[in-house]
């Protein structure tokens, strides 16, 4: 087990670190807090106070970087609320479906058609639904319609000129450098290769490069994949490799995201499977996965990851670890199950804002009938269990006569669902938080959402645009990283490689990462983890990231090629202010601030004019070098 700086044992006590090393630096990591009470509000008439309040204090500098809008731009909904009265507020905490339940009656009595309900006519937007899951996170915060600089560029490089020569509307403690904005938003960290690589080519070519992911060399992910063979089989090679139900695939799955994220060439197209994983999420292991899921991520999410998302959304409507995760395969037209069709809608294409109800959900579900998989794993169309009749979708109709031709009005109907403008603006949206901000400006997301369509849904040309878009240069820091991208940057940036037991490294990797509250692929629910910064905040999830560091520091990965501690600095350096100065550019490619050296030297018993004669410090670097990862500089993106 790696070195801990902190234990989770609550038998042990923490060990205390004296001085503050980073004095700007004491808010918290990011951890998932969907479980945490709430605080109560004490400017909100309608809660009591407690006999004790803790008091809040000022947010820390470095949070109020990562997230501005969060202190700028209240707004609370609750209050909104208790001023319709208490029957609001129980409303306000339901779920979209229940919300819409509980509407009022329709006037229309062929709203009680395929319902079950009166209600059937009133959308979850129209209920006080949140647009979105991050946006339940963020509803306070409203859209940074002013980042500082806004518009397209000709080229991506022009673009990030254009913003450098812009002020920035919140402050970072980040680098502005165009190379590292890039590769912390495009990468999942920057390497001192990465940096090199991208000064040599230009800004532009890289960028048109990792959009042809085909053309990229990927040797070092290529050889790390080979200790989890079964993660790119297919499924038949999978159930003729592992006895029935073994879940083995599905564990090296994850294991194959972590070596593909830490040592993939083509980053890129990484994040944007990342992305897709998530809006598309089927759960990795889930039950019923073992023998498909793995062929889900090649052939569903790898395959069209940087291709047309209509081919994506079809491809997984005809994909078995879809149709067994989201209950497919027990709808039929004698017994409609609901999940797929309700997530039609919701997650996967026009979101809540699309404006669809809850007949829309039941005739969405009607449409997915007869779409199952076998028990050897195959997609399978079975037109017996198809549901006929006329249905209406939104905007979408047919009368849906026959139920040989069901699999066609199917992609007929998912097709119109990709292409909805609604879809377009809630990719784009999503897309934006991913690469800009957690509350981006609306802007970018109609710019975006408008070559979209396009398009026709193809999402290269979309994340040209968006590289072209001045929103995105100037946004540099207004990321957090989440817990596995803290992770993995650390494992980048420090230069951890496959090693000779890489099998049983990717194991302990993984087991670590669930430490975090973010393994690959571990998000249960089909709404994908949360992509914003107040998803994630929580001390523990910070210690955790901390003890990372030093076992990656340390090179305490048994299996892996861990570089020693004296690597990090090559460069000759004749005093320890230039040293510490030499280690910070290589770390987190740029100097810290005076206070922050000055603690460090503090912590050395040094001065800043000592003499360096050992690169090691005299043992303390594996000491230094994490505190340099736990600060802000490598905890914002």
Known sequence: MPERLFSDDPGDAPKKVKGAFFSDYTGEFPMP?????????????????????????????????GRPALHELMRNRRQA?????????????????????FGPVADDPDEFVKTGSGGGNVSPRDAGSFSNRDSSYTSGQGDLNDLGASGVADTPSAAAV?????????????????????LRRATFGPTPGDVALVKQVGIDAWIDQQLDPAKVDDPVADAA???????????????????????KPQYELTRAVLARQMWSSRQLLEVMVDFWNNHLNVTSPFDGGWDVRGPYDVGVIRQHALGKFSDMLIASARDPAMMRYLDNTSSDK???????GRELLELHTVGIDGGYNEKDVRNSAYLMTGRTATREGTFKYDQNKHWTGAVKVLGFQHANKSAKDGLAVGDAYLLYLATHPSTARYIARKL???????????????????TYQESGSAIAPVLKVLFRSLEFWIATGLKTRRPLENFVATARVVGTQPGADTAKALEDL???????GQPPLGWGPPDGYPDVATAWSSAAGMLETWNAHRAFVGGQWKGLTNPKADSLVTQPAATLGTYLDVLANRLIF????????????????????????????????????????????????
Not at 82 to 90: E, I, Y
Not at 166 to 180: G, H
Not at 225 to 247: E, F, H, Q, Y
Not at 334 to 340: L, M, P, S
């Open 590 to 637: 740029q100097p810290m601030q005076p206070n922050e050296k000055d603690a460090l030297i503090k912590f050395l018993g040094a001065k800043a004019d000592t003499r360096v004669t050992d690169n090691n410090l005299g043992g303390k670097l594996p000491l230094v070098a994490p505190l340099i990862l736990d600060s802000v500089y490598h905890a914002l993106r």
């Open 432 to 450: 934006c938080v991913r690469f800009v901000c957690d509350t981006p400006p609306q802007g970018l997301v109609d710019r975006l959402a408008k």
């Open 225 to 247: 994949l080979k200790a989890v063979p079964t993660a790119t089989m297919s499924t038949a090679d999978i159930r003729s490799s592992v006895k029935d139900g073994d879940n």
């Open 334 to 340: 004698r017994n409609v199950n609901e999940n797929y």
């Open 162 to 182: 254009a913003a450098m020569k812009a002020t920035p509307r919140f402050p970072t403690p980040l680098n502005r450098d165009p190379v590292l904005h890039l």
């Open 510 to 516: 993984y087991n670590f990462t669930n430490k975090l």
């Open 33 to 65: 807090r969907v479980l945490q009470s709430p605080q109560p509000d004490p400017d909100d008439p309608g809660e009591a106070a407690p006999a004790k309040r803790r008091a809040a204090g000022p947010a820390p500098a470095w949070l109020r970087t």
């Open 81 to 101: 609320l208790l001023a319709l009265g208490g029957g609001a507020v129980a409303l306000g905490a339901l779920g979209s479906g229940a919300a819409a339940a």
